[in-house]
């Protein structure tokens, strides 16, 4: 099936800092999203991309999906200690979302 | 707006038993619901599709059996797991749509099956 790889699998940060994450896929998706996740928590939308190349900004988070459809990074600039979360990519086809295996952010102790 | 809800938050059961989860869209029609299941420190995994007042569509590796799919209106769908096991424990997260494809998440439900 449909498989999306996410990288880092974790990651530190320090307050201030730009993160940035990123997501292919052997598939074409027409949509790709990006959402967060807390612990206990339903994921969140963050950043929806509808065209390749595109490139949204939302806030102090900024995605690009590929020119290919089959990639797509996030960023997150001057980190703060709410950044703290699970990040996952998800494609969509149709009316499905593939999801990524996530980024795990932490702040360093 | 766009609000999903999931009941109840966390539920604790005895092995062979049988737990329903409810979902609902609070300020929409949810022609379309979805059920995913997350293990701990893993990524949404997409166990059923649901169209209102039709039969669920299971994912490859998912006991239709098993994992009870009821979406009698467009603002509920259940979702029960029969004779439960430990292995059946994780957290259960569904979203809900409308027409216009995009998913709103529930909160989860966290089953633990003792």
């Known amino acids: 099936g449909q498989q999306l790889n996410q990288s880092p699998q974790s990651m530190f940060i320090q307050e201030g800092e730009d993160v940035s994450m990123n997501c292919t896929s052997s598939?074409?998706?027409?949509?790709w999203l990006w959402y967060k996740q807390d612990p206990g928590e339903g994921p969140v939308l963050l950043i929806a991309?509808?065209?390749?190349?595109e490139l949204t900004s939302n806030g102090r988070l900024t995605a690009q999906f590929g020119i290919t459809r089959k990639d797509s990074f996030l960023n997150i600039s001057a980190s703060i200690p709410s950044d703290v979360g699970i990040y996952f990519c998800?494609?969509?086809?149709?009316?499905?979302?593939?999801f990524g295996g996530g980024t795990r952010v932490l702040v360093k102790p | 707006g766009a609000v999903v809800s999931q009941h109840p938050s966390w539920v604790i059961c005895k092995s062979g038993t049988s737990v329903k989860i409810e979902c609902r869209s609070l300020?929409?029609?949810?022609?379309?619901m979805f059920w995913y299941r997350q293990f701990p420190k893993q990524s949404l995994m997409l166990m059923a599709t649901?169209?209102?007042?039709?039969?669920?569509?299971?994912e490859q590796g998912v006991e239709k059996d098993k994992f009870l799919i009821n979406h009698a209106s467009l603002t509920l769908s259940t979702l029960t797991v029969t004779s439960a096991h430990p292995e059946d424990s994780s957290f259960y997260i569904c979203?809900?749509?409308?027409?216009?494809?995009?998913?709103?998440f529930g909160p989860g439900t966290r089953l633990t099956v003792l």
């Open positions: 979203s809900a749509s409308a027409d216009t494809d995009t998913q709103y």
């Open positions: 598939s074409i998706f027409n949509t």
């Open positions: 991309l509808y065209k390749a190349g």
């Open positions: 998800a494609g969509q086809a149709g009316n499905k979302l593939t």
């Open positions: 300020d929409f029609q949810a022609t379309t």
């Open positions: 649901s169209n209102e007042g039709s039969k669920a569509t299971y």
